[in-house]
């Protein structure tokens, strides 16, 4: 990390489609203000029109279809304070539009399919993210989505994940080892063979060793917890909920898990959850809850990815205040 006071602070929030980005940086706005945070999404940075991908036979996932060279110059020089004329890829027509102007903003956001790919780009970057859906719910969720609004059959929906699963293993998948927080989207272990993932599984894997990043922890810092909180303080419908915490290894490096099993039948009783967590990076008792509550028709507001999403904002406020000793009110988000 290497931003100094008056630099502009980078965020990098990686993952593939459908996975969440939007939702994540929806929350992130409300921690930092819309007028102070800048979001650049990567699909700009196409080097190859939807009509050139198809005649060469090459997904947008595949970095020849990306011009990594000049998102690197351009994510330099806005970082460093300069304005950059940057591209456009409209997803409409699935052309390049003219280029516009981009100021440098006290946080900008690179989000999308490649922000921890290139090593140079990553080098910039002074938080990540990566936004992890297990292919089981990721196949879930598409079929759900592409055959109710979009008239797909399962068919053609399982054809489409297939035919993109080898890229994205190759190389969006592979970026997760670099991300210093990933939020990893499981079906449950509370209902015996669930077809339906209603009810998730969410972990957060938090790399340790971090400058200005001290992980979220359960109850006692780097023991392992397991912990059902339902009871007079948190109603807990069937199948229930489960947390854990506990010290791991991830890609070869030390990390510690939060895990949450479940959802929340009342999103007011997280204060009770909220009170038993440790290094959240509030700055006021129940300030959590607050940012759960303030959208709690979010997508994912009822189970860990909201909590997580929050959490790992609060984590970033927390990396760009440190860096730029510049406070954010967390009244500014009321």
């Excluded at 994540?24 to 939807?50: A, K, N, P, Q």
Aim: net charge negative; charged share 30%; glycine share 6%.
């Amino acid at each position: 990390m290497t931003s100094k006071e008056g630099q502009v602070v980078l965020i990098g929030v990686a993952g593939d489609s459908g996975c969440g980005k939007s939702t994540f940086l929806r929350r992130l706005s409300d921690l930092f203000g819309e007028e102070f945070m800048t979001v650049i999404c990567l699909d700009d940075y196409h080097s190859l029109d939807r009509k050139q991908r198809k005649q060469q036979k090459v997904t947008a996932l595949n970095p020849k279809a990306n011009n990594f060279d000049l998102m690197y110059e351009q994510i330099k020089a806005l970082k460093a304070g300069n304005t950059i004329d940057k591209p456009i890829y409209n997803h409409e027509t699935g052309e390049l539009d003219p280029p516009e102007k981009v100021e440098p903003n006290k946080i900008v956001v690179i989000e999308g399919l490649h922000p921890l790919y290139d090593e140079r780009v990553r080098g910039l970057l002074d938080f990540s993210v990566y936004l992890d859906i297990s292919d089981e719910v990721k196949i879930n969720w598409k079929i759900q989505r592409d055959m109710a609004e979009r008239g797909h059959t399962y068919e053609d929906v399982l054809a489409a994940i297939n035919s993109r699963k080898p890229d994205f293993e190759a190389y969006i998948d592979v970026q997760k080892q670099y991300a210093d927080v990933v939020i990893q989207i499981l079906p449950t272990n509370l209902i015996p063979d669930d077809k339906e993932n209603k009810i998730l599984r969410v972990r957060l894997i938090q790399r340790e060793g971090i400058k200005n990043f001290d992980p979220v922890y359960l109850f006692d810092q780097g023991s392992t917890i397991d912990w059902i909180p339902c009871g007079r303080k948190l109603t807990c419908s069937y199948p229930g909920l489960r947390m854990y915490y506990g010290p791991d290894s991830y890609f070869g490096n030390e990390v510690s898990v939060l895990e949450l099993d479940g959802e929340f039948d009342r999103l007011e009783e997280v204060i009770y959850i909220e009170s038993h967590l440790s290094n959240t990076s509030t700055k006021q008792y129940g300030e959590m809850t607050e940012l759960l509550l303030k959208h709690r028709n979010y997508p994912g507001s009822k189970n860990g990815s909201g909590l997580f999403q929050v959490l790992v904002g609060l984590k970033m406020r927390e990396t760009y205040e440190a860096l730029t000793a510049n406070r954010i009110p967390a009244e500014s988000m009321a």
